[in-house]
């Protein structure tokens, strides 16, 4: 590691002008928000900015010297793509730091009518390789790229080397099976995705059975999960749901986990990754203040101690109260099968 440790920037959720709020006081370098419409992948009622809340959030992370970027990150819909187009145009009149683009004819329209504007491409683009990276960089002009969370960090290293665009990797919230962008699981019961629609398991397609001794979460009428009384109960989503496969009821294909990169910071700055994002802006202001504190602390512990680092019980406490589930991973960057 080099002597003067350059530390990624800590980019933390925003899905509220409260929780944009206790992220800058917790220490976020950068914090990310979306438009209360379906052009952001965190399209869920009650969430979101609007004019005025993106114009005071702006205000309060620029008063004390943090950045701010607009989530532009679901697709574009054939025969309404204004919808987009004016989200782009009001992130360039809002004066963001940066957009954070999936689509790439919203990035080609953002490049040519707003040159000025940075862009980001975002993990649900989906590209794993520093080739995709590097055409977009040529194409539109992109100046940081989040990569999916299915890379180990060799593969991750192995991008940064060959490409002059910021690399943004996820360091904590919940994780997903899909490939980001990819997955279109929640059309399968409700008609809409994160894709096309800003969200995965829309609230209004959601039920909860209250019986005697169970409580029952559904969606769209398909039962994802039946809760033993004081069984903590998690948001159904059809990828993390129990299911009776031939008599056996268990998660059929993800047990609800969250991502935590603690124990690899040194490696992470090792490899000079420029930025580090925590999921969820689906979350409280209590969740994003908690993470963001922790992980400021332990970010500016692992540029100071080095070789020295280690993670503090403290640090997993905090971050296990808020996690997803009862189990944490380091994700695919840490593949020890591999
Ligand atoms: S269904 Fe699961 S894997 Fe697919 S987007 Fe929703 S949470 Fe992610």
Redesign the pocket.
Same mark, same amino acid.
């Given at each position: 590691m080099p002597a003067t440790t350059i530390l990624p920037e800590l980019v933390c959720p925003a899905g509220s002008l409260p929780a944009l709020k206790a992220a800058v006081d917790n220490g976020a370098d950068t914090v990310y928000f979306g438009l209360k419409n379906d052009t952001n992948a965190r399209n869920f009622a009650g969430l979101n900015f609007d004019d005025k809340t993106a114009r005071d959030g702006i205000r309060y992370a620029r008063e004390r010297g943090r950045k701010v970027l607009m989530a532009i990150n679901t697709y574009a819909q054939g025969g309404d793509i204004s919808r987009w187009h004016r989200a782009v145009d009001e992130a360039a009149d809002l004066g963001v730091d940066a957009v954070i683009l999936a689509d790439l004819g919203l990035m080609d329209y953002a490049a040519r009518r707003h040159p000025e504007l940075r862009l980001h491409m975002s993990v649900q683009s989906s590209a794993t390789n520093y080739e995709a990276i590097n055409l977009a960089r040529e194409l539109f002009g992109i100046r940081r790229a989040v990569l999916p969370r299915v890379l180990t960090l060799d593969q991750v290293k192995h991008v940064i080397d060959h490409t002059e665009v910021e690399i943004e990797v996820f360091g904590f919230g919940?994780l #997903?099976?899909?490939v980001e962008g990819r #997955? =279109?699981?929640?059309s399968y019961a409700t008609g809409e995705?994160?894709n096309t629609h800003g969200v #995965?398991?829309p609230a209004k397609f959601v039920r909860w059975e209250h019986g005697e001794e169970q409580l029952n979460a559904r969606l769209s009428g398909v039962l994802i999960d039946q809760y033993a009384k004081d069984e903590p109960a998690g948001y159904p989503? =059809? #990828?993390?749901g129990r299911f009776d496969v031939r008599g056996d009821t268990y998660y059929a =294909?993800?047990e609800p986990t969250s991502l935590n990169v603690l124990a690899m910071l040194p490696q992470i700055l090792d490899i000079g990754v420029a930025a580090i994002k925590v999921e969820g802006r689906q979350r409280s202001p209590a969740y994003v203040a908690q993470v963001t504190r922790t992980l400021r602390e332990a970010l500016d512990a692992a540029g100071r101690e080095r070789n020295r680092f280690m993670v503090k019980p403290a640090w997993q406490q905090a971050l296990a109260k808020v996690a997803e589930g009862q189990q944490q991973t380091l994700g695919a960057y840490d593949r020890p099968w591999k």
């Open positions: 919940s #997903c099976v899909m #997955c =279109l699981l929640s995705s994160p #995965c398991s989503t =059809l #990828c993390k =294909l993800e």
